[in-house]
C-alpha cells in the first residue's frame, strides 16, 4: 500500500486569498484521480481542515504553515508567512500498518527531523520532497540552502525536486531522483541511468502542486512494479492531466 504524511498548507497566490496547499493536499488530487488507494496522513490547525476527497487522518497542530506565492512563467516568487508544528516520530509509527511505499511531503526542513524520517523508512521505501530539505524553517522571504542532515538522504531511495532546488544540493547520493523541470519536462536519475522526459504543454494553467502531484505519481507507479523512467512518464501524463483540468 502507499503512504503519504505531510502538512496543510495556507497558500497566498498572486495576492489572492489563502487557499489549501502542500504535498498533503496536491497527493490527495493526485490520487483522486488515480483511483487507488492510499493512507493519508495530515496535520493542521483544526480550524483549516478541509476535505480532500478521500480518507485522511487528521492530527491537530497549533499552527498551520502559510506560504505567500507568485509567479512568472516558470518561476516562483515565495514568502514563509507561517511555521507549522513538527512531525514527531510517535505520530507515524502507528498509523502506517501495511503501507511499503511511503511519501514525506514536508513543506519546510523543519518538518521531519531525523528520528522521524527514521521512523517512516523503517521497513518500508521512502519519498521524500526536495522542497523540505532546502527550505529552512523560518518566517520572511525564501531563501533556499543545502544545511540537510545527510542521514536523512541515507534513508530514502527516493527525491523528487525542482531545478532550483537541485541546483542548491548538488549532487545527490541516492537511487533515484527525479528534477522536474515545469513545462520542459523532468530529468530522471536512476543508478547510472540518466533519461529526459518530455511533458505534455499545458498553457494558462496554475502550476501550483505540480511538483507535488508528480512526485505521487511517481511513487505510484513505482509501487505496482513500474521502472523507473516508465514511473516518471507515467507522473508526466498525470501531471498534464491534473493541470488541464484548472
Not at 512531525?87 to 503501507?99: N, Q, S, Y
Not at 511531503?105 to 527531523?113: E, H, K, T
Not at 502531484?213 to 513500474?226: D, H, K, M, P
Amino acid at each position: 500500500m502507499l503512504g503519504v504524511v505531510g502538512s496543510l498548507s495556507l497558500d497566498l497566490v498572486d495576492g489572492g486569498p489563502p487557499r489549501p496547499g502542500g504535498a498533503v493536499f496536491y497527493a490527495a488530487e493526485a490520487l483522486r484521480l488515480l483511483g487507488i488507494p492510499a493512507r493519508i496522513v495530515a496535520k493542521s490547525a483544526p480550524a483549516d481542515r478541509v476535505d480532500l476527497g478521500v480518507d485522511v487522518e487528521w492530527l491537530p497542530a497549533e499552527t498551520t504553515t502559510a506560504f505567500a506565492f507568485s509567479y512568472e512563467g516558470d518561476h516562483r516568487t515565495m514568502s514563509v508567512l507561517e511555521v507549522g508544528d513538527p512531525w514527531r516520530p510517535g505520530e507515524v509509527v502507528d498509523r502506517l500498518d501495511g503501507v511499503e511505499w511511503v511519501h514525506a511531503g514536508g513543506l519546510l526542513r523543519s518538518d521531519f527531523p531525523f528520528e522521524t524520517i527514521e521512523a517512516l523508512a523503517h521497513g518500508r521505501r521512502l519519498s521524500l520532497d526536495g522542497q523540505a530539505l532546502v527550505r529552512p524553517g523560518r518566517t520572511g522571504p525564501l531563501r533556499l540552502d543545502g544545511d540537510v542532515d545527510p542521514r536523512i538522504l541515507a534513508s530514502a531511495q527516493i527525491l523528487t525536486l525542482s531545478e532550483e532546488e537541485a541546483e542548491v544540493l548538488g549532487d545527490v547520493p541516492m537511487p533515484e531522483v527525479v528534477v522536474t523541470l515545469g513545462s520542459r519536462g523532468s530529468i530522471l536519475y536512476a543508478g547510472e541511468e540518466e533519461l529526459r522526459i518530455e511533458v505534455e504543454q499545458v498553457h494558462e494553467a496554475d502550476p501550483t502542486g505540480a511538483g507535488d502531484a508528480f512526485a505521487i505519481g511517481y511513487l505510484a507507479a513505482r509501487s505496482v512494479g513500474e521502472r523507473p523512467p516508465a514511473a516518471a512518464a507515467s507522473a508526466s501524463r498525470l501531471v498534464s492531466e491534473l493541470l488541464s483540468r484548472r
